[in-house]
């Protein structure tokens, strides 16, 4: 079965202050590895998609990075707008070969 | 068009009531999905259309009842629910086949509550 697991849980940023999201995942045979940024109230938004140890994605102020355990996405410099609920989900050979298995998140406030 | 549009946003509902949350997209995306999502949790699947056909329905009460009239339509109609089904209804699609690896695209949700 795969696992994704987040941390931290919470964390809170000062505007400029920059800092790494981790997700750590149990997986047979990766597929690729997604993370979404989510706003309270509001349906998960694509960012990247991941698929193999090495691999680097950017997007403005985001970098995500994969190993073959773990994936970090880094921050830099993060403005208060950066502020929302940050899953990632990974999808294996396991089960259906397009659902993904999501982690809990991480909530992410910058405060300014 | 490049999103999922959901309606209605925010619902409220009696336990006696029937309604219908819809979903609708114009990508060409052939996979549909229908989550639910309870506050500080990650979506939790419900139900996918493949190509129009239900493909998985994850154990989900026969109170909550899918339909895909067409490949850019999604239905999710409601009967007779509690009070814990009260959540955000995620839609969302996505390609399939050499898509797999494409993120989905998520609607805004259906705020559901129930009393």
């Known amino acids: 079965e795969d696992q994704v697991t987040q941390s931290p849980e919470a964390l809170r940023l000062q505007e400029g202050e920059s800092s790494s999201l981790n997700c750590s995942y149990t997986?047979?045979?990766?597929?690729?590895l997604f993370w979404y940024r989510q706003d309270p109230g509001k349906g998960p938004e694509f960012l990247f998609t991941?698929?193999?140890a090495g691999e680097e994605k950017e997007k403005e102020r985001l970098k995500a990075t994969l190993t073959k355990k773990e994936s970090f996405l880094h921050i830099t410099a993060p403005k208060p707008e950066d502020s929302a609920t940050y899953l990632c989900?990974?999808?294996?050979?396991?089960?259906?070969?397009?659902?993904?298995?999501f982690g809990r998140g991480t909530s992410l406030i910058v405060h300014p | 068009d490049t999103e999922v549009t959901q309606t209605p946003k925010h619902l409220v509902m009696g336990m006696t009531n029937k309604k219908s949350l819809k979903c609708e997209q114009h990508?060409?995306?052939?996979?549909m999905y229908w989550y639910k999502q309870k506050a500080k949790k990650p979506p939790e699947l419900m139900f996918v259309?493949?190509?129009?056909?239900?493909?998985i329905n994850e154990s989900v009460p026969s109170r909550f009842s899918p339909e895909c009239p067409n490949s850019s339509l999604l239905n999710l109609h409601l009967h007779a629910l509690q009070p814990e089904d009260s959540a955000l209804y995620l839609c969302?699609?996505?390609?399939?086949?050499?898509?797999?690896?494409?993120?989905?695209?998520f609607g805004s949700g259906t705020r559901l509550t129930v009393v």
């Open positions: 997986v047979s045979g990766l597929r690729g």
């Open positions: 259309y493949s190509y129009e056909k239900l493909s």
């Open positions: 990508m060409g995306h052939r996979a």
């Open positions: 991941l698929y193999s």
């Open positions: 989900a990974v999808r294996g050979l396991s089960g259906g070969s397009y659902i993904p298995t």
């Open positions: 969302a699609s996505s390609q399939v086949g050499t898509g797999e690896n494409y993120g989905y695209t």
